[in-house]
């Protein structure tokens, strides 16, 4: 058995609280949810009482608690029918969620700088929180200030935060890779949109540092089978491949293997 799906599995979850976060953005738990999760892998939500809304959702785990007990939590930003129906959806409600999908992949360092772009904090805070000893810093950046529960959220880790806001509201006026150029580190890992990885990849290129990104992307499976999700990739890079799937090899790769002038022209 692939040691990667042997978790997966398709549960009945209660979503048991809701909270906002953020502009538009809701923090939700669903329970039960037993299997061990990882950091960047992520769930397929299906969205209740509506049958026009057939596929499920993949949406990052953003937390979780482990155990026969076990819940997790995600992020949920309307931003199609789907995610309007499930933030619009009530506690107590059931939800059909199958998972954890995805590869569970280490970023290797000692002083590993995580960057989270808006809602891209939804697939990086749980690496921050399992590999606490290995952070140097959490970098924030959002359009405007967030909820207070947040940053509440990242002072809890442990580490250095540093928060940047696009209108200057909290923290550094502009866009969080600003601060990024005074990172000390020796690897990178992001998650944000395609034109905030690009720049964190320029950056760390041009300073010799690692980087990896956790990218995000249509799918309708979660396996590979729909091919939704594929990326653009340098072949001499990705064993030959021309495109990788998220869903499947990542939702982590390493940023010099992103053919980033396809992945731009392609619009994803």
Partial sequence: MDPRKKNR???????????????????????????????????????????????????????????????????????????????????????????????PRDIPGEHIAVVAGGIGVAGSYLFAKQNAQRISAVYFGSTTRWDDEIYKLLEELGTPARIATDDGTLGRHGPITELLTEADCDAVVACGPPAMLERVYKITAGAGIRAYGSFEARMACGVGACRGCAIPAKPEKASGKEYLMVCEDGPVFAMDVIDWERYRAAGI
């Fill in 9 to 103: 599995g398709l549960y009945e979850c209660e979503i048991t609280e809701k909270r906002r976060l953020g502009p538009g953005v809701f923090e939700m738990t669903l329970a039960p949810f037993t299997a061990d999760v990882r950091a960047f892998q992520f769930a397929m939500v299906g969205i209740p009482g509506r049958g026009d809304l057939l596929l499920k959702r993949p949406l990052c785990l953003f937390d979780t608690t482990p155990g026969k007990e076990g819940e997790i939590k995600i992020l949920v930003k309307a931003a199609g029918e789907g995610t309007k129906a499930l933030k619009a959806t009530p506690v107590g409600t059931r939800v059909e969620v199958a998972g954890p999908f995805g590869e």
